[in-house]
């Protein structure tokens, strides 16, 4: 078993939070390597925060790199899929 270090989230809004936090710690220039999300979640679903993310990760000084963002979902056809690509999920 890998012994990874792992934070969970009730919903998108504590996610967000979170990785604002994380961001605004200048000595966490790597961050968070990844964030596996549901694509429905409450209050801010996993295709919302992975927009978010990504603006995020956009706004960020450049030191930073980009966080992978995984989507899991038992909804999936073309054009979920499609859209999921387009905000950022992998």
Do not use: W
């Amino acid at each position: 078993m890998l012994k990874v270090p792992c934070i969970t989230f009730t919903n998108g809004e504590e996610a967000i939070s979170h990785y604002k936090a994380t961001l605004a710690k200048k000595c966490c220039l790597k961050g968070i390597p990844l964030v596996t999300t549901d694509t429905n979640m409450p209050i801010i679903d996993g295709f919302e925060v992975a927009r978010q993310i990504r603006e995020l990760d956009q706004a960020a000084d450049g030191v930073r790199h980009k966080v992978n963002v995984l989507a899991l979902t038992a909804h999936v056809n073309d054009k979920i899929e499609q859209y999921a690509i387009n905000v950022g999920m992998q």
